[in-house]
């Protein structure tokens, strides 16, 4: 019934609000075209013709137009019928009332051409008459009238247009469109080339998803034992993992229709616009079913609510959650739609968002590890053009921390250095350059640095290598350099180890490490610089997490501070006492200094090896683990990094 009721509508043009402005302006110009029109239907004369006709009597009248200078002449009836006169008749398309002139010409002087029309016309027996007149531009005026609501209209339209456009999607953008979801459909017809083979590692993420594409083309096999389809994964993880990637292999894997947006997406300047484009998409997803609908950065609309109660700005936020909620809720188990979510901020996520019956299911989605890394970059190499001894394994472990996109964007640097280079293959070096420009910025050879100041930063660097390389968790040193690079004057690398635990020695160690480079000023030259805002900001932060987060300080004792569900983001009060607060204040810069102390006395002991090293990084700007190891010998806790985690 709704089919045959469209297709009635279809056959007709479409009625649009705008065809009444058209038709009314194209009557009113065809009124004036026409009304107007027989001033031109004249034919055109000469004065001096003019003047034979007046004396022959055949003028009945003569309107003099003063501001154009036009003369219209009208003619007797029986001179109308004489023959040189018969090609002036005038015609015209519409009865017209009023006679119309036969003649008209530009005259010159009016005083002149008065005197001379009087000269003639005082002899006549049946004297024709003279008419003064001013004739006003209609078009002209016409326009200067109309511009005022042309312009009007105009911008109402325009307005309209934008806001509306904002809605996109349906036919016209129309305001009326504005409460319609603005998903991205992909289905049959769409053509999503990304699939399971694209994305690397993340074995047990694929694995729940995949499940999900099973569930709604087979979902029999899991109904026929009484099981319920789940409604709703939510892909959790830090940014850059492939969350977004994994989404888009379900949609290019599932073969049903795949409702795209961003949580972003609901929210709109207009209240209760979120609300219904979230039942818009619903029922949408709802008519197409078997259907997954994907949310990204589900975050923006799924905040933890009714924390903010001060300002009542999120509530039009709440609502598009609320109805969220409720829509999820709402469709019972065979409608087969699966809601598919990703975040980076699960912490803050409303927990009635994540209760079992709406996101079931939470796939982590985590930052790659070595072996995954590896196998990203085989991904992201395959488009490459590289050299043949490529070593994988070295460039995974060479690494650490970076997510997928960190990767593909490495990968795409170093194809770019290589390119400026005018190489044939991306080699080695190109990577390594790539790895060092994503981590420190671009190289700055011609920044101007003084020589006492060279000095300063060799020190710095070389006091961060030597004490790293003294302590037994401090991460083992990849290189050092004394190259400024994008705000830094030089910069020491490490290679950290993936640990899922961390113990308060690691911890200290490494903020030991970090004060090595303040140390060694302090030591060689006795006077310290601003060189180590970047080392102090990190151990500050290292310290106040220890003893406000983690509880690993024995004064402060086993309590944390940290608040998982986000309730206190605003908060203005501090949800310990005054004295704590100053015991708290007291524990991180004792923890701070004790580690100064720690690597001041270290370097002094070292104090020789530490110069040592300094004069050859001042000599070569850049050096390695092999560099360190010519000084100092094998470094005694060096562990083996394992290649491949046991499977
Ligand atoms: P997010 O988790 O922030 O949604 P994306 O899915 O948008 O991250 O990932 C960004 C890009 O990083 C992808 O387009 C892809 O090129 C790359 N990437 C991330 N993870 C992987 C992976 N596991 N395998 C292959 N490429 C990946």
Redesign the pocket.
Known sequence: MANDKKNINDNKPKFSPYWIYGIMIALFLGFQLFNNGTSQDASATTPSDFFKFLEAGDVEKVDIIKNTRVAKVYLTAEAEAKDIHKKSKPTSFLPSTTKMPNYQFEFGDLQNFENQVNEITKDLPKKPVVKFDTETDNWGSLLMGLLPFILLIGVWIYIMRRMAGGAGGGAGGQIFNIGKSKAKLFDQNTEVKTTFK?????EGAKEEVQEIVDFLKFPEKYTKLGGKIPKGAL?V????????????AVAGEAKVPFFSLSGSDFVEMFVGVGASRVRDLFKQAKEKSPSIIFI?EIDAIGRARGKNAMSGSNDERENTLNQLLTEMDGFGTNTNVIVLA?T?RADILDTALMRAGRFDRQIF?DL?DVR?RK??FE??LRPLKKDEDLDLDFLSKQTPGF??????NVCNEAALIAARQGKESVDKQDFLDAVDRIIGGLEKKNKIVTPSEKRAVAFHEAGHAVVSWMLEHAAPLVKVTIVPRGRSLGAAWYLPEERLIVHPEQMLDEMCAALGGRAAEKVIFNKISTGALSDLEKVTKQARAMVTIYGLSEKVGNLTYYDSSGQNEYGFTKPYSEQTAELIDKEISDIIETQYKRAIALLEEHKDKLTELAEVLLEKEVIFKDNLELIFGKRAFEKEVTETPES
């Not at 997510?403 to 593909?408: M, Q, T």
Request: proline share 9%.
């Open positions: 694209d994305v690397a590692g993340l892909l993880g830090p940014p850059g993992t492939g969350k977004t990637l994994l989404a888009r990204d990703a980076n989605v790659p995954e196998e990203i991904v992201h997510s997928g996109a960190d990767i593909a």
